[in-house]
């Protein structure tokens, strides 16, 4: 069956998983010859670099696997991409043979097929490898990139690589708190490895007390019948984040109730594999029921606002060429806020924190979330080296100490949800959430799935605002946009991570995204 009408169907695929920007994702039954390989391929990566794998499907339902790579910490480069896509397509017999010193790096988030993809993956790979176990995408990053042989962090242990983690995040945060006073946050962990992760700061904390909640995260998240916590279901940031709902409460002993009492707690959510946050408050309800709560969302798009502000803040003496970066599905009015009232230049780029981090890299400072709440600062090397001089004005010392810890703070590969909270909170704390409220009205907007047979038949513009193909769908999409008005704008854009074509409608009310949603809807068949 065709997805779209006759008029837009040039040809038809039903392709085997592939390693995309967003990594290699599908049901998991469908991934072991592909995560085979993908282990085989990586064989074929230079032996200069340091490689790790992590086995998660990030927000993905927890009966959905993956891979992400990480080459000397970061992201693939289009190049190591390219290279594994192809070697992977293209497995050669017999297999070369690995010649790799450094071990490949594993970690795995806490689905019931993650420790088995991880065992393919091992033998696909052939090779020395350095199993951290569960871990978050951040994580496995960081560990990654400290896996040369030669690397003063090579012997450390486990354990150790762990701890070193928390104390280091602990010192950043506590030493860029203004004025210590104890606070409280909810962390919705979406019975993923979170609540493992996280679970050594609630200790080390000093002024911090973290809730932790949907903390089934070694448990299987989600293994069928037997298991009663479910991995990203009716929670996590993807949940909250696009439903604008507050969470499901898994856990039996979790006696936490969004009521009218608590109407000024703040909670957060992250997503499987932390590598995402939202942070929220429950608007007043007198019901109950979880389902007639609403929440009052502080998205990726407001955290963006609120980092940036912070940053302009603690730096104005060193006057940083400070930027941030966004995608096609932030809400228009936080773009205004950050160009007009912030006054910081923003780039708009393809879904993806791979190319957001990219576009990062161009300014002094470069802040990036995806609406999601995937996120992070990238500091250049230009503001590196101001770092490391001695300054004599004390305005400016005090200024680079700021922003020594902030640095320490931030994972300088991927988007740490655990960094940001933290990032997030020393950043409110002068203005409170309040205040972050006060920025902007969001305009309303809706991202919703549309399942087609071949979601490969939409293809897109640079950055995915349009489609190029199938032809005269743009300017479908265009009319659509023109006859609702209300500010309406839409795209469309095939998910790298599910099976599915997604829409995003923006407009002033309700009623416009509506009408145009359900236009896009009728235009795509
Ligand atoms: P896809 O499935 O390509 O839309 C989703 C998110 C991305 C990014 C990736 C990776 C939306 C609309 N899309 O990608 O922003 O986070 O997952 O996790 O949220
Ligand atoms: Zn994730």
Redesign the pocket.
């Given at each position: 069956m065709n997805p779209f009408p006759p008029k837009y169907q040039s040809r038809t695929s039903k392709a085997a998983p592939i390693y995309?920007?967003?990594?290699l994702?599908a049901n998991a039954s469908e991934l072991p010859l592909a995560v085979y390989n993908l282990g085989m391929a990586l064989r074929s990566l230079p032996r200069s670099k340091s490689l790790g794998v992590m086995i998660t499907a990030?927000?993905?339902d927890w009966r959905d696997n993956g891979v992400k790579v990480a080459v000397d910490g970061h992201i693939p480069n289009a190049l190591d991409e390219k290279k594994i896509v192809s070697l992977m397509l293209d497995v050669q017999d017999p297999p070369p043979p690995n010649t790799h010193k450094a071990p490949l790096t594993v970690g795995v988030d806490n689905r019931y097929s993650s420790l088995y993809l991880c065992r393919i993956l091992c033998l696909g790979w052939g090779g020395s490898t350095r199993f951290i176990g569960l871990c978050s995408t951040p994580q496995l990053h960081l560990f990654s990139s400290q896996s040369y042989p030669n690397h003063k962090t090579f012997n450390l242990s486990i354990s150790d690589l762990r701890s070193h983690w928390t104390n280091n995040l602990t010192l950043a945060y506590e030493s860029l708190l203004h004025t210590p006073k104890r606070q409280t946050l909810h962390v919705d962990c979406s019975n993923g490895v979170a609540s493992i992760v996280i679970e050594p700061l609630v200790r080390s904390l000093n002024y911090l007390t973290l809730v932790l909640h949907n903390t089934g995260g070694g448990t299987g998240g989600g293994k069928e019948a037997d298991c009663n916590t479910i991995l990203n279901e009716k929670c996590g940031s993807?949940y909250v984040?696009?439903s604008k709902k507050p969470p499901k409460l898994y856990d039996s002993s979790d006696t936490y109730k969004f009521r009218e009492d608590s109407n000024n707690d703040i909670w957060c959510s992250v997503?499987g594999d932390v590598?995402?946050i939202v942070f929220y408050k429950v608007i007043s309800t007198a019901s109950p029921l979880i389902d007639d709560a609403s929440i009052k969302l502080f998205d990726g798009d407001r955290l963006t606002c609120l980092v940036v502000k912070y940053l302009k803040r603690v730096t104005v003496n060193l006057s940083l060429n400070i930027g941030a970066v966004q995608?096609g599905?932030a809400n228009g009015a936080s773009t205004r806020y950050l160009e007009d009232v912030l006054k910081v230049r923003v780039l708009c780029t393809k879904?993806?924190?791979k190319h957001l981090h990219e576009a990062a890299s161009k300014f002094d400072v470069g802040v990036y979330f995806?609406?999601?709440?995937?996120g992070s600062v990238v500091f250049s090397p230009y503001v590196l080296k101001l770092l490391t001089f001695d300054y004599k004005d004390e305005r400016l010392k005090a200024e680079v100490k700021i922003l020594k810890n902030i640095v320490k703070l931030c994972n300088e590969y991927v988007g740490c949800a655990v960094a940001d909270m933290l990032l997030c909170l020393v950043a409110v704390d002068e203005i409170g959430w309040d205040g972050v409220e006060e920025f902007y009205a969001d305009l309303v907007s809706s991202?919703t799935k549309f399942f087609v047979a071949d979601k490969n038949l939409v293809e897109c513009n640079g950055d995915e605002t349009k489609v190029l193909q199938p032809k005269g769908m743009q300017e479908e999409l265009d009319e659509a946009m023109r006859e609702v008005g209300g500010g309406g704008r839409c795209f469309v854009?095939?998910?790298?991570?599910?099976d599915?074509v997604?829409i995003?409608a923006e407009g002033e009310d309700d009623k416009v995204v509506r009408l145009l949603e359900d236009k896009v809807r009728v235009i795509l068949g």
């Open positions: 995309n920007a967003s990594g994702r990030s927000h993905n993807e984040q696009k997503d590598d995402r995608t599905y879904t993806g924190v995806e609406a999601n709440g995937h991202t854009r095939k998910s790298n991570t599910e599915c997604r995003y």
